[in-house]
Nanobody, 124 residues
Framework: QVQLVESGGGLVQAGGSLRLSCAASGRTFTSYNMGWFRQAPGKEREFVAALRWNSGDTYYVESVKGRFSISRDNAKNTVYLQMNSLKPEDTAVYYC?????????????????WGQGTQVTVSS
């Protein structure tokens, strides 16, 4: 059974940093894309960042480029999202996802497995 378990969310002041973790289990993810998405109240879930596990290729939404960094630890089967210079508009529930698409993708429909989400709140 595939499981994605996020952790690391919390409350932080604007300008601060958080690191989210996504522990993956239940299958081999080396040929998968791993993504981070977020959903703010009243808004649709949006793409944040993605990583191709075997190559390490990454892709980011424009609004987080230079501030967020996605990475993986093969030994721990864990994906991270390092978030720096946080802004109040980054406040959302952040979700980890895994998908078997052959290319990096930003579409939620291309990710088959999802975590339960972790709340990130950035105060001004």
């Amino acid at each position: 059974q595939v499981q994605l378990v996020e952790s690391g969310g919390g409350l932080v002041q604007a300008g601060g940093s958080l690191r989210l973790s996504c522990a993956a289990s239940g299958r081999t993810f080396t040929s998968y894309n791993m993504g981070w998405f977020r959903q703010a109240p009243g808004k649709e879930r949006e793409f944040v960042a993605a990583l191709r596990w075997n190559s390490g290729d990454t892709y980011y939404v424009e609004s987080v480029k230079g501030r967020f960094s996605i990475s993986r630890d093969n030994a721990k089967n864990t994906v991270y999202l390092q978030m720096n210079s946080l802004k109040p508009e980054d406040t959302a529930v952040y979700y980890c996802a895994a998908g078997a698409a052959i290319r990096l993708t930003i579409s939620t429909r291309s990710y088959q497995y999802w975590g339960q989400g972790t709340q990130v709140t950035v105060s001004s």
